[in-house]
């Protein structure tokens, strides 16, 4: 089974995407297409990878996460839906490592995040504290995670 991957990205953090695009193409899973939404501004298409994998859509500026990442999720062609903001990048393996924990009747899985900043610190947000995030203070890393996707918006 396929997976669909959304990416957003607006005017600042368009520097950022070419990492999270690499981070794409280097996955140990490669059954999978690239949407980049990109939220107004600059039409960067020809900035692209050439991979048929790839498709790019130029929404009109909206200025919030939800509503790109809605229209990329319209526009998945597969049922497994993950995300990547493009000032974020996946670990090789990290397709793979969530596939791998696909279940019949499972309809989200999570992983592990690591915020590392650009001095290459790094600092671990281990499931533990993900789960006191995620039930105690409702908050859900959407690049951590993929889900089925097969009930449409």
């Given at each position: 089974m396929a997976i669909s991957i959304i990416t957003t990205t607006h005017d600042a953090y368009d520097k950022l995407l070419k990492r999270a695009i690499d981070s794409v193409l280097n996955q140990s899973f490669q059954d999978w297409e690239l949407i980049i939404v990109k939220d107004g501004g600059k039409n960067i298409e020809k900035t692209l990878p050439k991979d048929e994998r790839i498709r790019y859509i130029h929404?009109?500026?909206?200025g919030a996460h939800p509503r790109?990442?809605?229209?990329?999720?319209?526009?998945?062609?597969?049922?497994?839906?993950?995300y990547l903001d493009a000032d974020n990048a996946f670990r090789k393996d990290h397709l793979m490592a969530l596939y791998k924990e696909m279940k019949p009747g499972v309809d989200v899985v999570y992983?592990?995040?690591?915020?590392?900043?650009?001095?290459?610190?790094?600092?671990?947000?281990?499931?533990?504290?993900?789960?006191?995030?995620?039930?105690?203070?409702?908050?859900?890393?959407?690049?951590?995670?993929?889900?089925?996707?097969?009930?449409?918006?």
């Open positions: 929404a009109k500026k909206f790109p990442k809605n229209i990329g999720t319209l526009a998945a062609k597969y049922d497994l839906i993950a992983g592990d995040h690591m915020n590392i900043k650009l001095d290459g610190t790094q600092t671990p947000l281990i499931s533990t504290i993900f789960h006191f995030h995620c039930f105690q203070k409702n908050l859900l890393l959407t690049q951590t995670m993929f889900y089925v996707g097969n009930q449409r918006f």
